[in-house]
């Protein structure tokens, strides 16, 4: 993927998401209020950086945002479950495969990851707009368009912002520009979005 300006990027994103069309949720045409704007993983650490000043941008404009960094969301699974530590413990005995099944069996969708979202929408009423991060580092353990098609049932009274490191093309999703992810539509490119 080529480099982008991350700083300009996150300007235009402020400007789109501050628009009453983006925070009513109008002229989606009855769609999802899902959105995704993607980049280049080489620039994770600006993004992030950048993530945070759009959070202080917006707040002081009195727009509340709940952020769900999906990485935080399956330490906190594991750790309710008793078993992060003794995952720890035997991850090198276990070796990747075995992990992975582990993992996969631990990480419901629909009966931990979405209540878990549901849990930390819910616990910030006034949030105006969903942000989700953290998306790379919970691979392969869960996938995006999973979350989103998940997702779309259990919080769809605010926008939901995902921020991909990787391209979307508002048919696919490719993370980190390599691994072809499912087919996903029903989000808009807010990269290309116009409001």
């Not at 952020?67 to 935080?72: G, Q, S, T």
């Not at 849990?119 to 969903?130: F, G, S, T």
């Amino acid at each position: 993927m080529r480099r982008e300006n991350i700083v300009k990027k996150f300007d235009k994103i402020y400007e789109k998401v501050t628009t009453e069309a983006f925070l009513q949720m109008k002229a989606l045409g009855g769609e999802v209020p899902f959105f995704i704007s993607s980049y280049p993983i080489e620039q994770q650490n600006e993004v992030y950086s950048e993530i945070e000043r759009l959070k202080h941008r917006l707040y002081e404009k009195s727009i509340e945002v709940v952020e769900v960094n999906l990485y935080d969301i399956v330490i906190e699974i594991l750790q309710e479950r008793n078993i992060l530590e003794r995952l720890l413990e035997k991850e090198k005995s276990l070796g990747p495969d075995k992990m992975e099944k582990t993992l996969l069996g631990v990480l419901d969708i629909q009966k931990s990851v979405i209540p878990h979202i549901q849990r930390k929408v819910a616990e910030n009423p006034d949030a105006k707009i969903l942000f989700l991060t953290g998306i790379g580092e919970v691979y392969p353990y869960l996938r995006s368009h999973v979350i989103l098609n998940n997702l779309q049932n259990a919080v769809k009274h605010i926008p939901t912002l995902m921020f991909y490191p990787g391209t979307y093309t508002g048919r696919s999703l490719e993370l980190f520009g390599r691994f072809k992810d499912d087919n996903y539509y029903r989000a808009f490119s807010l990269d290309t979005t116009e409001f």
